[in-house]
């Protein structure tokens, strides 16, 4: 990846030696700055909390019961094929519901919010 035009220096405090000391190692064995790898790790946050976000816009699927897991577990022992108790939405039936006001929508809207924490929540509210 292409280092930027510039950098703005900052200064950090590591509180945990050994966590610093690992990560002077990764540096030198890499080739990379030490700022490198602390500019990879906050990329790699900034990655997770965007895969968060979007998987959080995903229709909730319904939870596993005890009852459900067994019959996995079976199935994959070699017993007969598990079927869910719950009809599951086909591709269509989301297109139909997405034209109409407030179907599957809100539900997203608000699971997305709750799933937004820390940088994430305040990058988006500026």
Partial sequence: ??????????????????????????????????????TDAVRFRRQLDARRDFLATWPERPKLTDEDRAAIRAERAGGPRYEPRV????????????????????????????????PAKRRNAA
């Fill in 1 to 38: 990846m292409a280092r930027p035009a510039t950098a703005t220096k900052v200064s950090i405090s590591v509180p945990d030696s050994e966590l610093l000391e690992w990560a002077k190692e990764l540096a030198e064995s890499e080739g990379k700055s030490l700022s490198a790898v602390f």
């Fill in 87 to 118: 009809e599951t939405e086909t591709v269509q039936d989301l297109v139909k519901a997405k034209g109409k006001p407030g179907a599957r929508r809100g539900a997203a809207k608000k699971t997305k919010s709750a799933a937004r924490s820390g």
